[in-house]
């Protein structure tokens, strides 16, 4: 079936090229592709530059109605792009945002958690021992200081 519409599509524009080649053989070259007879108010080439301007004239209003159906395309083309684009990341990104949210407050609450079970005891634990050693340090220098202090270079 696709050989089929490929081989009518071929024929089609075969034709449209037939059709195109012989008008503008007959109009400016006085060929004879196209037989007069099947068409009888056959187009002729331009006699004067009006008649040029007037084909011109026309010719770039074509072009300027064209370019704004392709500006038109174009625009409407964006539009359902920024729509689709919109569409993923309210599909994607967000529920990623939200588990990298989630993802973060676990992470901070087991921060919490080791900050509290296991970090405080260990900080409790060194205070005390930092807190004996000191006092005993204090008693050990205890006769040193009642004595008072040797001087330096006599023993």
Excluded at 54 to 73: E, K, Y
């Amino acid at each position: 079936m696709r050989f089929l519409g490929t081989v009518i599509s071929a024929a089609i524009l075969l034709f449209l090229v037939y059709l195109l080649i012989g008008v503008i053989v007959d109009g400016y070259f006085g060929g004879n592709i196209v037989p007069d007879r099947a068409v009888p108010d056959a187009w002729a080439a331009p006699d004067s530059w009006s008649e040029w301007r007037d084909i011109v004239i026309v010719l770039t209003g074509l072009a300027w109605f064209l370019a704004g159906l392709a500006s038109l395309a174009l625009v409407i083309v964006l539009v359902l792009l920024v729509l689709a684009i919109r569409r993923v990341l309210d599909q994607n990104a967000a529920p990623a945002i939200d588990s990298l949210r989630s993802t973060l407050e676990s992470a901070r609450g087991t921060t919490e958690f080791v900050g509290e079970t296991v970090v405080s005891p260990i900080i409790r634990v060194y205070a005390v021992f930092s807190g004996v050693r000191t006092g005993l340090r204090a008693v050990t220098s205890l006769p040193d200081r009642v004595r008072g202090r040797r001087k330096k270079g006599k023993k």
